[in-house]
């Protein structure tokens, strides 16, 4: 059973930073493709950052510069630290993990940015 469970959301003001966690069981972070998505209300859930198979990262342009994806191969944990956080990066973030046999999300943590 496929478990991916976030943490580490709340609200920042702008300019702050958080680390969100995605604690993974089932399946291996450091083999099947893993993610961060948000979805803001009234929008589409986006792609924030995700792992490319050569072991580097693609990020939104949105974040560039801003956010770092990184994992834990040891606590089969992926983070997604946030930096100069803005209010448009308030929203719902969701880890995304898919590994050869199927396609998972995680019930997502709030993140927003407000003064």
């Known amino acids: 059973q496929v478990q991916l469970v976030e943490s580490g959301g709340g609200l920042v003001q702008p300019g702050g930073s958080l680390r969100l966690s995605c604690a993974a069981s089932g399946i291996i972070v450091s083999v099947a493709a893993m993610g961060w998505y948000r979805q803001a209300p009234g929008k589409q859930r986006e792609l924030v950052a995700a792992?490319?198979?050569?072991?580097?990262?693609n990020y939104a342009d949105s974040v560039k510069g801003r956010f770092t994806i990184s994992r834990d191969n040891a606590k089969n944990t992926v983070y997604l630290q946030m930096n100069s956080l803005e209010a448009e990066d308030t929203a719902v973030y969701y880890c995304?993990?898919?590994?050869?046999?199927?396609?998972?999300w995680g019930q997502g943590t709030q993140v927003t940015v407000s003064s």
């Open positions: 792992f490319t198979s050569g072991g580097g990262a």
């Open positions: 995304n993990g898919r590994p050869w046999n199927g396609d998972y």
